[in-house]
């Protein structure tokens, strides 16, 4: 994943078109919910393309698709869905892996990432500049991991809270700046400790982007990530 | 094209409603579109009870969704068809599917981009998208054609047309920059 304006708008020009590859799909995916820019090109390459959709043909489908969709709807009229691009894009994400172990309640449920810098470790904290928290919430529960930032060491604590692993994958934690997602490791029942990229801009809030996403045993196999992002959240400030 | 009413106020008004929470806005949204998503799907998906399934998924998905609908940034069916290409579009591409023949060529579709029933602005975008896509060489212009119409993945286009996946690839990037450039400079 390069920063190259013209390659990216072609990756999202062949998403779009449905080119990419399954690997490739998920990973402008996650791209799209972390990047404005890439979410933009999307767009303009459905614009662009959209009247080819004039050209096709309705088919009536069969009457049994509305009484499965009424029992499939979740939660129904109990409460209003999420309105937020970001939450849209990463709760599509999570719908792909619905035929997975995790009900969409479930994950509804820890759909947040904390990030705080300087929470943690023996080094004072400046209350003013150094404490920053982010959560991406479907409406205020409780958060799936706390990531706490430590930017004398370049190290970041990751500690599960709320959040639960599909059986039979992995959670891999992503930090993403420029679009370009880089690998954190695989992250556990415990609390870790994981060391940021060098160049991590972490610091500046809106720099950078934790996600988490789903993969097979023992992380991506790529080094991208290649799975459903569940999990994301920015710095702000505290 | 037997819906009238499927106008964009109309399901813009639609959406807003499954944004609260509204099942009957839903459903008046599901008799007027998916027809025309059920069509698209199964153009990509062209097993009728995969196809069934990623209706339903959408429909699902636009329930949940609706709030997020910004209509600065598109038609609502526009928004439609493109959550429901995505949804076929990943289940075929996961599960590494191999589509049956088609029956039809890139050309076939790029006829079609005529329909009377709509609105000036949106005649006037199929026309340039059409002007667009007759200045790409032929080649290219049904890779990307097929590709976006029929789901054709890079392997598929490179087996039908006999050449390396690595080709494609090539020729649905110049086609692709091409129509970009060619539709920059019609708008």
Redesign the interface.
């Known amino acids: 994943m390069s920063a190259d304006p013209n390659e990216r708008d072609l990756r999202a020009a062949e998403y779009v078109l449905g080119t990419l590859s399954a690997s490739e799909r998920a990973a402008l995916d996650l791209e799209r919910a972390v990047d404005p820019a890439t979410e933009a090109a999307v767009r303009a390459w459905e614009r662009r393309l959209s009247p080819l959709d004039d050209t096709i043909q309705s088919v009536e489908p069969p009457e049994r698709v509305w009484q499965k969709i009424l029992r499939a709807l979740p939660g129904r009229s109990a409460s209003a869905p999420a309105n937020d691009n970001r939450i849209e894009a990463l709760s599509r994400q999570i719908r792909l892996w619905r035929g997975a172990a995790l009900t969409a309640g479930a994950l509804a449920a820890s759909l947040a990432l904390v990030v705080a810098l300087g929470r943690f470790g023996a080094p004072p904290v400046t209350p003013a500049d150094t404490r920053y928290v982010a959560v991406v919430s479907r409406g205020g529960e409780v958060p799936a991991f706390l990531v706490s930032v430590d930017l004398a060491a370049g190290t970041a604590q990751v500690r599960p809270v709320g959040a639960e692993t599909p059986a039979g994958h992995s959670l891999e934690l992503w930090y993403v700046e420029g679009g370009t997602p880089k690998t954190l490791g695989v992250i556990g029942a415990s609390a870790r400790k994981v060391a940021l990229p060098a160049d991590a801009k972490a610091a500046q809030p809106g720099a950078g982007l934790f996600a988490v996403s789903v993969e097979p045993p023992g992380g991506s196999p790529t080094g991208k990530p290649t799975g459903p992002v569940i999990y994301s959240g920015t710095l702000i400030k505290d | 094209?037997n819906r009238p009413v499927r106008d964009d106020a109309t399901l813009s008004r639609l959406l807003a409603g499954?944004?609260?929470?509204?099942?009957q806005a839903?459903?008046s949204l599901?008799d007027l579109t998916?027809?025309?998503l059920?069509?698209?799907i199964?153009?990509?998906q062209r097993d009728r009870s995969a196809a069934?399934d990623v209706?339903?998924?959408v429909?699902?998905?636009v329930?949940?969704?609706?709030?997020?609908y910004?209509p600065a940034?598109?038609?609502p069916?526009?928004w439609l068809?493109?959550i429901a290409?995505?949804r076929a579009?990943?289940v075929v591409?996961?599960k590494?599917e191999v589509q049956g023949p088609v029956t039809e060529d890139g050309e076939d579709?790029v006829e079609?981009?005529a329909?009377p029933h709509?609105s000036e602005g949106?005649i006037l975008?199929?026309d340039a998208?059409?002007a667009c896509l007759g200045r790409l060489e032929a080649a290219q212009r049904d890779c990307?054609?097929l590709?976006?119409?029929e789901?054709?993945?890079?392997e598929e286009?490179a087996s039908r047309y006999d050449k390396p996946v690595n080709t494609i690839k090539t020729w649905?990037?110049r086609g692709?920059?091409t129509?970009?450039g060619c539709?920059e400079t019609a708008a």
């Open positions: 094209m499954i944004a609260s929470g509204d099942e839903l459903k599901y998916a027809p025309k059920y069509g698209l199964l153009r990509i069934e209706l339903q998924d429909f699902v998905r329930w949940q969704a609706a709030g997020s910004d940034s598109g038609r069916l526009a068809c493109a290409r995505n579009i990943d591409r996961r590494g579709w079609r981009l329909d709509d949106a975008g199929r998208l059409k990307v054609v590709a976006y119409c789901g054709y993945s890079r286009l649905l990037h692709l920059a129509l970009r539709l």
